[in-house]
Each structure stands twice: as structure tokens, then as C-alpha cells.
């Protein structure tokens, strides 16, 4: 293991996957209600990776007509995905309730090396402007990516390193737009050239800019608009009018919401080497963000001590609290065709990263986070045999982070992780069969605390699916899965500025296990399609952060605690061709989705986000597509101590689509109106909900290219 990492460089398995299709619209006719199965490129040596996992696929119009400026905001219409939604800046995914250290957020397979996992205020470093296609798996296949992804894992597919050669020398992909709710001005282009028959370079780059986000209704919840109204009363009675009416003003504020304005840009090249005996690329990017962390409004009454006096306390700094943040990335991918005996290929992926983020406060700089890591993966693809195919690899990371500052809440700490897995399907008639088994072993060190533990885990899935006819199949897989604490449950202790909140971890939490359940029935035909899904986690010491009611430098105190918990939902997925009228297809399609936890004892885990049904009505055109949807969000009231309700909420969107070039969809204009009817909305699974509501109506428009 010193030896893969003295040399800089790391192996591991699974993902180099076969080329992606270049045009992106081309993958379905105007007839294709996704009744087809699509090419999960995660895994291409097995059939389709959904006996043991729940897989959906965001690409071409769709992925245009979704992106935001993070990727948890991208995903938000898929099924079981909610987002932490701290900041425009700042979204990450939230797969079946779970987030942070249960969810991977991947790039062609390899972790996106920041500290997104670490906080919910801290941006993933990946601009979806620059990404061809995103895969969400759910389930126990997701073990594959490590233990970190016992609730699911994201990954996003770019062409920085190609993977096949440009049919015409020269491939351009370009998209830009504009939305109206928070002044959105972005650009995201690429080109491929195939500089000979063999090796192909690639450019690409990309640029965000936002005003502050406008809501719909109240930006602040009923909670603290009552408390800084009763605020502006005890003024009026002291005397302080033009204080209290500040504090109605700012109960009663509507539209702009506060610090949240942001501005990111990207840059890369990569190079391949591509013949008949396999691939070899390379590729180096920049991430750049600046982005507004959005503050809870004080609502403490300071005029009970001198005129004058300051309060005892924390100085938490002046001005709004911003962040800075920068990253160097270089990646590797290989692949080696070995032939016509047991194996098939054998792969390579790997990434380092130099990342660095500064809070600031005001002008000041409050607390600058490093985290400089590797992680790298190696696997080798067996042929079918039989029907017999699968793969087996070794896994490595290595990540060293540290936080200077005066609020530095946690110390610098190293992790290291080794792991080794496979992957096997057997497809017997109308029997699938897919095993999996990983162990892994973690060492998390703490220098400065004179603390080192060590975490050996093993886990493992079995799951069938079975053909009960030609467009119908029912399965059913079960998982035994562990993952060893994370450096921020064992080690944090301090106050965190942009949080807002005071995080204390717990150096004796012991390693979190959980037996899991899952049971689907799919539905495919030409003109339907259908996909209920039913899950269940049973854990043992499961690790969850929750308030403890308590103060700590005027912060609330957030401790991680480490408990039994059940965690259980529901998936649900509908399409159907009702009419065909003129030209155009009439397409229904319906998503819902329902996550439950509790702690035994009686708690609910905080931040579950509710219940969720979208409808949509798509008319499919030769060169115009139209959409109409609504979408419900349930009242969320199953809530954590010390944590508040969240309201329900119901949005209509509307989207239009043309593709002005005959014969050709290589371009496509754009435009949607979404929340058409301004409302307040909230999810619960962000920290920041009663202070940074959804944006209100937003107008977008679209352009993206591909020649």
C-alpha cells in the first residue's frame, strides 16, 4: 500500500467503460418511451446491473433541460433523490434519505477527491455544464464504489480523457443558457480532434455566474419570522422603533435571499492513445467557485447589558460568510483487450487531487480547509462464458485534510483504504443471479491527537431476478454492508462558521453495519413501462448527527451519536404512450418516492426528506418536444429533537423544446418555465431550509449543440 502511494499513483476496480455514443440525443427515436434498457456504462460487464441495484440515467435534452450549477439541484426530479440544498453553491444528493459519508458523488469512478462529504456547505467540484451523462445507482451493486456508498452513489461521465476517435476528426459539444431567478448566466463547451488515426486531444471549459436567488413567498419559515417579530415588539416596547422596524422588515422580507450569488469556472485538457488493443488517457482540470453561504438570522435579544458592551461569547467575525474555493485534478483511464481466454479486459482509473477551500467572513479569513488525495482502482472483465461473466479488482485511496484557522472544528487527519471486491452474474434462462463481495480495511489518523483506529470490513449481496414474461420481471437481492466512521464523525470538535452550528464527533464510535433488503417489479413494453421498488436497512450502530439543544461559543451544538436505526422506502416508476396525435406522441410519466427512518427507541434520523409524487405530460415531436408537470411534496412532521417541521409544497413546471436543424438533432433550443406559480417551497433535507427556501418562478433558456 506505501509503495502504490510513495509512487503517486494508486490501482482499483471497476469503471473505464466502453465509449459513450457522441451524439447524445441519438440514443432513442422520437417513438422511444424508454422502454429499452439503457447502457449502464458503471459496469459493462454485466448485463444491466439492476438485479442487485436501481439504476437511472440522465443524458442529452434531459440532462440540459435539469442541469443546475451543482449536482444535487441537477438530480432533484429523479426517483429517491432529494438534494442538502444548503446554498445555490453548495448541493450535493441525497439518495433514499441517505447523504454525506453513505453517498459517493463519482466521476468516471473515481471519487471527486474534495470535501463535499465532509459538511453540507461545502460544493462538489464537478460543474455538470461539463458532463455527458450521470448514472445514479441505488442498492447493494453500489457497494462496488466502496462502503461509503451504502446509500447509493452518483456518477458523472465527461470526455476529458476520449474514448473513441471523432468520426469527422473534430467533435464539438456546447451548451449555454440563461435563467431569470437568480440573474443565471452560464457557458460549457468541448472539442475532440483527432490530432492522428490514433490519438485524440480534448479542450473543454466552462462558466457560471448567479445574482442572488429570488424566492417565491416568505424567505424566512413561520419559526423564525415569529421569533424576530416577537424581537420587534420587545423594541417597540424599549423604545428602539427603528430597530423593530428593521426586525418586521426582515420577518416580513420576500424575493432576494440573502449571500447567495456565485461565480465558477473550469478548464481541461486531456489526451488518449486509442488502437485495437485497447486505450490510454490522460487528462488535468480546474475547478474555481466562489459562492455566498447564507446566514440564519440572529434572533437574540442583546439590549439587556450596557450601551456599549459587547457580549461574551465567540467572535464569529464581521460581514457575510463566502467561500473560496480551488481545485487541481489529473486523471488516468487504461484499458488493455486481452483476448479470447477467461479474461476480457483489463482496466485502469485513477485521479489525484490538490483541493483547498477558504471561509471567509467579511474581508477576514476565517478557517482554510486542504485536502490533497488519490484514489485509484484496477479490475479485470472476465468474457462470457455460458453466460457466466463478472469482474474482480483492487481499490486504494489515500486522503490527507486539514483545517487551519481559529475555527478549525476539525484537526488535520489521514485516511487510507484498501480494498478488494468482485462482481459476478450468471444468467440461467429466465434466471438472473448476481453476487458481490468486498473487503475493505480503513486507517484514520489524527497526528496532532495522538489518535490512530483501524476498521476491517467485510460485505456482501446476493440478489436473482426472474423472468415471469417477455416484458415482465420481479427480483429480489439481499446485502450485509459496513463502513468504518469517517475522520469528521471521529474527530470534529469546534465551531464551524459557515454551518452555523458547533460539530463534536465521537473518537469511540465503532463500525456501522447493516443488514439490507430490496424488491422490485419491471414492467417493459413499446408503449409502457413500470418499476415499483421496496426497500429495507436494518442498522447496527448507525452514526448520525443530530443538535443536542445545547450552546457552545453561541453555536448549537451538533454531536454525532451512534445508535440502532431502520430505514425502509418505497420507489415508484410509470411511462405510457397514450396518443398519438398529429406528429407528435402523447407520453404520460409519473415518479414517486417515500423514505422512513427511525432510531430504535423511537427518534426519527433528522433530515428525511418527504414523501414526493411529479406528474408529467410530454408531447414528442419529430424537431419539437412540449412538457407539462406537477409536482407534490408531502408535509414533512417526522422530525429529529430539536429539529422543525417542514411544509409541503406543490410545483408546476413547464418546458419546450425545438430543434430548428431538418434531419438532424445536433441542436436543440430550450425553454421552461419552472415553479410558474411562485411558491414557497422547502426541503427538508437541508440544514438550511427555514432560512434558504427553493428558488420562486424561473424562466430558463437553453441552447446546447453537438456536431
Not at 487504461?334 to 485502469?348: T, Y
Not at 471486491?421 to 429466465?430: D, H, K, V, Y
Not at 448527527?545 to 445545547?550: D, K
Request: aromatic share 8%; net charge negative; charged share 25%.
Amino acid at each position: 500500500m506505501r509503495l502504490l502511494c510513495s509512487a503517486g499513483f494508486s490501482l482499483a476496480v471497476f469503471l473505464a467503460a466502453p465509449a459513450l455514443a457522441q451524439d447524445r440525443a441519438a440514443a432513442g427515436s422520437d417513438d422511444d418511451v424508454h422502454t429499452g434498457d439503457p447502457i449502464i456504462v458503471t459496469a459493462p460487464y454485466v448485463r444491466s446491473l439492476d438485479i442487485l441495484g436501481n439504476v437511472s440515467v440522465l443524458e442529452g435534452d434531459e440532462l440540459a433541460r435539469d442541469i443546475r450549477g451543482q449536482i444535487g439541484d441537477t438530480l432533484t426530479r429523479q426517483a429517491g433523490v432529494s438534494a442538502t440544498s444548503f446554498a445555490p453553491g453548495a448541493s450535493r444528493p441525497v439518495l433514499r434519505g441517505f447523504s454525506g459519508e453513505r453517498v459517493r458523488v463519482l466521476t468516471d469512478g473515481i471519487g471527486s477527491i474534495d470535501v463535499s462529504n465532509t459538511s453540507a456547505d461545502h460544493a462538489v467540484t464537478i460543474d455538470p455544464l461539463t458532463v455527458e451523462r450521470i448514472e445514479i445507482l441505488r442498492g447493494p451493486a453500489v457497494l462496488l464504489f466502496g462502503s461509503q456508498a451504502i446509500g447509493g452513489a452518483v456518477n458523472l461521465f465527461d470526455r476529458r480523457i476520449p474514448r473513441k476517435v471523432p468520426a469527422d476528426h473534430v467533435h464539438i459539444d456546447a451548451i449555454g443558457g440563461y435563467a431569470t431567478a437568480a440573474n443565471d448566466r452560464n457557458i460549457g463547451s468541448s472539442i475532440d480532434v483527432a490530432l492522428t488515426p490514433q490519438i485524440v486531444a480534448h479542450l473543454d471549459g466552462s462558466w457560471r455566474k448567479t445574482g442572488d436567488a429570488r424566492s417565491g413567498g416568505f424567505v424566512y419559515a413561520p419559526g423564525i419570522r415569529d421569533d424576530l417579530l416577537h424581537l420587534a415588539e420587545h423594541e417597540v416596547e424599549e423604545g428602539h422603533l427603528d430597530e423593530a422596524a428593521e426586525l418586521t422588515a426582515d420577518a416580513n422580507r420576500r424575493g432576494n435571499i440573502p449571500n447567495t450569488a456565485s461565480e465558477t469556472w473550469t478548464a481541461a485538457g486531456g489526451l488518449s492513445l486509442i488502437n485495437d488493443g485497447g486505450q490510454l488517457g490522460i487528462s488535468v482540470s480546474y475547478y474555481d467557485s466562489n459562492y455566498g453561504v447564507p446566514s440564519r438570522p440572529n434572533t437574540a435579544h442583546d439590549h439587556g447589558g450596557e450601551e456599549g458592551e459587547e457580549e461574551e461569547g465567540h467572535d464569529h467575525g464581521e460581514g457575510p460568510v463566502t467561500i473560496g474555493l480551488k481545485q487541481w485534478r489529473a486523471d488516468l483511464r487504461g484499458e488493455v483487450e486481452m483476448g479470447d481466454g477467461f479474461f476480457d479486459k483489463l482496466r485502469i482509473r485513477a485521479g489525484f487531487a490538490d483541493y483547498e477551500h477558504t471561509e471567509f467572513e467579511g474581508d477576514e479569513v476565517g478557517t482554510v480547509f486542504t485536502n490533497q488525495g488519490i484514489e485509484g482502482r484496477l479490475e479485470l472483465a472476465q468474457n462470457d462464458r455460458g453466460g457466466w461473466r463478472g469482474a474482480s479488482g483492487i481499490q486504494y485511496s489515500h486522503r490527507d485534510f486539514n483545517a487551519i484557522g481559529a475555527e478549525a472544528f476539525v484537526p488535520r487527519n489521514l485516511t487510507d483504504q484498501f480494498a478488494l471486491f468482485t462482481l459476478q452474474e450468471w444468467t440461467l434462462g429466465s434466471l438472473g443471479v448476481e453476487a458481490a463481495a468486498r473487503y475493505e480495511t480503513t486507517d484514520v489518523r489524527a497526528p496532532s491527537l495522538g489518535i490512530s483506529r483501524s476498521f476491517d470490513t467485510f460485505s456482501g449481496a446476493l440478489g436473482a431476478n426472474y423472468d415471469i414474461s417477455d416484458s415482465a420481471k420481479i427480483g429480489l437481492s439481499v446485502a450485509r454492508a459496513v463502513r468504518a466512521p469517517s475522520a469528521e464523525e471521529l474527530f470534529s470538535n469546534g465551531p464551524h462558521i459557515a454551518t452555523q452550528a458547533f460539530e463534536v464527533g465521537n473518537v469511540d464510535l465503532k463500525r456501522e453495519a447493516s443488514w439490507g433488503a430490496e424488491a422490485s417489479f419491471k414492467v417493459k413494453t413499446d408503449a409502457f413501462s413500470l418499476s415499483l421498488t421496496g426497500y429495507s436497512n436494518w442498522f447496527d450502530n448507525f452514526i448520525y448527527s443530530e443538535a443536542t439543544g445545547e450552546e457552545e461559543d453561541e453555536l448549537p451544538v451538533f454531536q454525532y451519536f451512534q445508535r440502532d436505526a431502520r430505514v425502509w422506502g418505497l420507489e415508484a416508476e410509470a411511462s405510457a404512450r397514450l396518443a398519438q396525435i398529429g406528429g407528435f406522441n402523447i407520453v404520460g410519466d409519473v415518479v414517486a418516492d417515500m423514505t422512513r427512518a427511525k432510531i430504535k427507541g423511537g427518534d426519527h434520523v433528522p433530515r428525511i426528506p418527504a414523501m414526493r409524487v411529479l406528474g408529467g405530460l410530454e408531447a414528442q415531436g419529430e424537431r419539437i418536444d412540449a412538457r407539462a408537470e406537477v409536482e407534490w411534496t408531502d408535509d414533512q412532521t417526522r422530525i429529529a429533537p430539536f429539529e422543525t417541521a417542514t411544509k409541503g409544497f406543490t410545483l408546476v413546471n413547464a418546458s419546450i423544446s425545438w430543434r430548428p436543424l431538418p434531419d438532424t438533432k445536433n441542436l436543440t433550443l430550450s425553454l421552461a418555465a419552472n415553479n410558474i406559480f411562485d411558491v414557497e417551497a422547502r426541503r427538508h433535507a437541508s440544514f438550511t431550509k427555514d432560512y434558504v427556501p427553493l428558488a420562486g418562478r424561473d424562466f430558463r433558456i437553453t441552447a446546447r449543440a453537438s456536431f
